[in-house]
């Protein structure tokens, strides 16, 4: 995200004609959206989307299971 976010804000530099982008090559400009494309490929082969997914959920899972239990007066549950 902050490769497409560095992106827009180098193309519109560009554009407008506003602070040193404007002396660069185009490709300098555009190599955030294409490293953009290159991290998505590659979190996408490797399982890291999918881990993150998964991580979230567990987290999710972990606080409606200890809301339940603080509902029914039990607390969340002690590591001994």
Same mark, same amino acid.
């Given at each position: ?29 555009? +190599? ?10 590659? /979190?996408?082969?490797? =399982?890291?989307? *999918? ?7 567990? +987290? ?10 603080? /509902?029914?007066?039990? =607390?969340?549950? *002690?590591?001994?």
């Amino acid at each position: 995200m902050y490769l497409l976010i560095l992106g827009c804000m180098l193309l519109f530099m560009k554009y407008m004609e506003v602070g040193p982008p404007t002396e660069w090559p185009w490709w300098v400009v555009l +190599a955030p959206f294409g490293l953009a494309v290159i991290w998505w490929w590659w /979190a996408d082969f490797s =399982g890291y989307t *999918k881990k993150k997914q998964m991580e979230k959920e567990d +987290a999710r899972r972990k606080a409606r299971i200890d809301k339940s239990r603080e /509902a029914l007066g039990m =607390g969340p549950k *002690k590591r001994r």
